[in-house]
């Protein structure tokens, strides 16, 4: 230890805070665990918690000083499931001679409010709303505000050397669910307090559609988005692309995104559009020409509807198809363009 | 100065931290022709400067910033703690909950005053340096919450406006070309008119959905005009340009003027810290009372942006339309499909406008504020969850006794919508950072 260079030892000597949020819709893990047919490697919500558990384990035991926050996204409703610094006493018996107790708590805590919640959601069928990620996302930043707040104030009085304030902060975002376009201003407005705050946020897609909104989440704060293509090894790609602390990735050859999708949402219908039509004073988002802005009541001029109006695409399927050929024989055939918006290409451009 | 002020602020001289008294100040002083003795006896000043209608900061009046923090009987802060927040809630409390209008495409002149009036010292270290400073601050801080704004900067010195800054949306070319502070020494006397004609000029060509600002920071009291400075603000009127002055001396008619007449801010700097606030206050987005207040339809326009697709490092090398270069990262035009090098442009082949949605939405938390959270009074309206909804503190369980106005006495802050509590920090972390109520996601 003391032969290391004292540069270094700064560098990774710091402790680090993880948020992770997990999203816990039944009917999604119902999906992600069907047999092979419908999945090619099928992953249950109990092996899934087990792995996350294990990966959690790694985080608090890899330094002393780790600290942990956990929050469970629900459907219509999200929860702090664990924090490191809400200190619980253990119950004596449930002490085990073959467990670390620090891993104990945490895993038996965390299973015991899942299990509640999911419990309170079956009897009051309401397991068919979409879940709460951005209440789960505020969450973890104000937490995370909290602690960061916590440890200035303790620093000023202490001076305690190592205390939080050297740590760097991320989440991990673990989501199974399609994006959410009616949440898009709030996901973005956590995408920015992550970004003032300093926050990295990261996204393991486990299951489901890429999702465009996690996409920027990930790249504006400098994470990494990774979709799963061997959902069995979970565990395998938590511990190698999303244990490192933010401040070590640089080291690290963490996988990064392939390509981020700059799509937003449109505030009429609350679709996901690539072309759409901006207030020049609000920069509201619509996805057709309208003629008053719904946010801030401005009237457009009639000419500029009509004029956008016959600049607009035709709503038939095939122009997609046709505007990328023309701009492949008049670029000289660009190489990419055949492979992109395969997901997209119908049913966004109408 | 009077014999009077001599002897009133004779002691604070000493004993106040910043009057140092270096030699170099007083080197400087007296060549200013300021007659500053170094045993503070006051001279007559031979040619006393107009702007000597102020203080030298190291004769001002100390400003005693400790005793506005009260400790209490207990010798704890807590109350003056309070008293801050209940300050900040009041003023978040007076901004309307519901959306305005707002100008977001925003076009700004920074018109520095580089006369020599600027070499003055009673800002600290002088108001040249120290506006340079702020102007680096401002422009970051205007580039960050305007995103979709533009922004030249024009200085005024030696009887001439002088282009600094061309206008750009970059935020790195603005703070280039005000980096280089030999470049920007100043001299002279400076010209409101000629300054002002020429920013005026470069807007002029901007579309009229975007706004056009001329924030002047002004440190002289007096103008060197070509000719009649009012034909030059009758013009801004006319292409409605709206001018605010940040005044470091005092105030001046025709500053006042150019403010009212067009529609914007002016304010004298007080101190170093006022002066500060006084630019930031630039920073937000105007609200668009005067075209509401008319009536009139204000020039609106509805653009067709597309949202690209953004090509990682790793992708296959393909030439992009803008410089026919071979390279491997670019965006993605969504209607044709070309390849960008940076956003935001106009696609060189659909002529479409391709902007990252990111840069949008950065401003709709100016459209879709969070209503302000309700102060519990009472433990009894207080509900039964032990901590904040947010954070998950947990709230104290005796009220506090001494309550300030607007504070809660219990430590908690309900939103009106979801009906969760929160502590009095998520309170200001959710209003001022976060914009989004983690209660009910609005």
Not at chain 2, 224 to 240: E, F, M, Q, R, Y
Request: proline share 7%; aromatic share 6%; net charge neutral.
């Amino acid at each position: 230890m003391s032969s290391a260079p004292p540069a270094q030892a700064v560098a990774t000597d710091k402790p680090s805070h993880l948020s992770v949020i997990v999203d816990l819709s039944p009917s999604q893990w119902h999906l992600s665990s069907q047999p092979p047919p419908a999945n090619t490697f099928p992953l249950t919500l109990n092996s899934f918690l087990s792995q996350l558990l294990a990966f959690l384990n790694s985080h608090i035991a890899s330094k002393h000083e780790n600290t942990l926050a956990v929050f469970g996204a629900f459907p219509g409703k999200s929860l702090m499931l664990y924090a490191s610094t809400e200190s619980e006493t253990i119950n004596p018996s449930a002490v085990d001679a073959n467990s670390y107790p620090p891993f104990k708590m945490l895993d038996s805590t965390i299973i015991k409010r899942i299990e509640n919640e999911l419990d309170q959601l079956d009897t009051d069928e309401e397991s068919t709303l979409p879940v709460a990620l951005v209440g789960a996302l505020t969450k973890a930043l104000c937490y995370i505000n909290r602690i960061s707040h916590f440890s200035a104030a303790n620093v000023s009085k202490a001076k305690l050397p190592d205390s939080l304030t050297t740590s760097d902060p991320h989440i991990l975002i673990l989501s199974v669910s399609p994006d959410l376009s009616a949440e898009y201003i709030p996901i973005m407005n956590s995408i920015f307090s992550a970004q003032k705050l300093k926050v990295t946020i990261d996204v393991c897609k486990i299951y489901g559609p890429e999702t465009v909104f996690l996409q920027q989440a990930a790249h504006l704060t400098g994470g990494s988005y990774i979709s799963l293509e061997r959902r069995d090894a979970l565990l395998q790609y938590l511990t190698m692309a999303f244990l490192s602390p933010p401040s070590i990735r640089k080291a690290l050859s963490v996988p990064t995104q392939d390509k981020i999708d700059f799509r937003a949402a449109c505030f009429c219908h609350k679709k996901i559009i690539d072309i759409g039509f901006v207030c020049s004073v609000c920069l509201s988002i619509f996805c057709q020409p309208v003629p008053v802005c719904s946010t801030c009541r401005t009237k457009f001029p009639i000419k500029i509807l009509q004029r956008l109006n016959a600049s607009r695409p035709p709503p038939t399927p095939g122009s997609n198809g046709l505007s990328r050929t023309t701009s492949m024989s008049g670029t000289g055939g660009l190489p990419h363009s055949g492979s992109i918006r395969t997901s997209t290409s119908n049913g966004t451009l109408r | 100065m009077s014999k009077r002020k001599d002897n009133d602020f004779m002691d604070v001289d000493y004993d106040s931290d910043i009057s140092m008294g270096d030699d170099d100040d007083f080197k400087v002083s007296k060549g200013k022709g300021k007659g500053k003795t170094v045993d503070k006896k006051k001279k007559e000043k031979g040619k006393g400067k107009p702007k000597d209608v102020q203080a030298y900061t190291w004769e001002a009046n100390f400003a005693r910033s400790w005793d506005t923090v009260q400790e209490d009987e207990g010798g704890s802060l807590q109350g003056a703690v309070n008293e801050f927040m209940a300050r900040g809630r009041r003023r978040r409390l007076l901004t309307p909950g519901s959306a305005i209008r707002r100008t977001i495409i925003r076009h700004l002149v920074l018109l520095l005053d580089l006369s020599l009036a600027m070499l003055d010292r009673d800002m600290r270290p002088t108001r040249f340096d120290l506006t340079l400073q702020y102007a680096r601050e401002f422009i970051v801080e205007w580039f960050d919450q305007n995103p979709l704004g533009q922004m030249g900067v024009v200085g005024m010195r030696a009887g001439l406006g002088e282009r600094i800054g061309e206008m750009t949306g970059n935020p790195q070319d603005v703070l280039k070309a005000i980096s280089e502070r030999h470049k920007l020494e100043p001299t002279g006397d400076p010209s409101l008119q000629n300054a002002i004609e020429m920013a005026r000029n470069s807007m002029s060509h901007l579309p009229t959905h975007s706004s056009r600002e001329i924030l002047i920071i002004f440190g002289s009291l007096t103008t060197c005009d070509p000719g009649n400075i009012h034909d030059t603000l009758d013009a801004c009127v006319k292409s409605k340009i709206r001018i605010s002055v940040v005044a470091l001396a005092a105030e001046m008619k025709i500053c006042r003027e150019l403010c009212d007449k067009t529609g914007g801010q002016f304010g004298v700097a007080l101190n170093e810290g006022h002066f500060k606030d006084l630019l930031f206050e630039m920073v937000p987005p105007p609200a668009q009372r005067n075209m509401t207040s008319r009536g009139g339809n204000p020039a609106a326009d509805l653009m067709m942006m597309g949202f690209p697709t953004r090509l990682p490092d790793t992708s296959p090398q393909s030439l992009c339309v803008c410089h026919s270069e071979l390279k491997s990262e670019g965006f993605l035009c969504p209607r044709c499909l070309a390849k960008i090098c940076d956003i935001p442009t106009d696609c060189d082949i659909c002529g479409l406008m391709v902007v990252s949605s990111p840069h949008l939405a950065r401003s709709y938390h100016h459209l879709f504020p969070v209503s302000p959270y309700d102060a519990v009074q009472t433990l009894q309206d207080a509900s039964f969850i032990p901590d904040c909804h947010a954070c998950g503190r947990l709230f104290p369980t005796t009220p506090l006794t001494t309550v300030t106005e607007g504070l809660s006495p219990t430590g908690r802050y309900r939103c009106t919508t979801c009906k969760h509590d929160f502590c009095s920090e998520c309170d200001v972390f959710v209003h001022d950072v976060l914009h989004c109520c983690p209660g009910c996601g609005k």
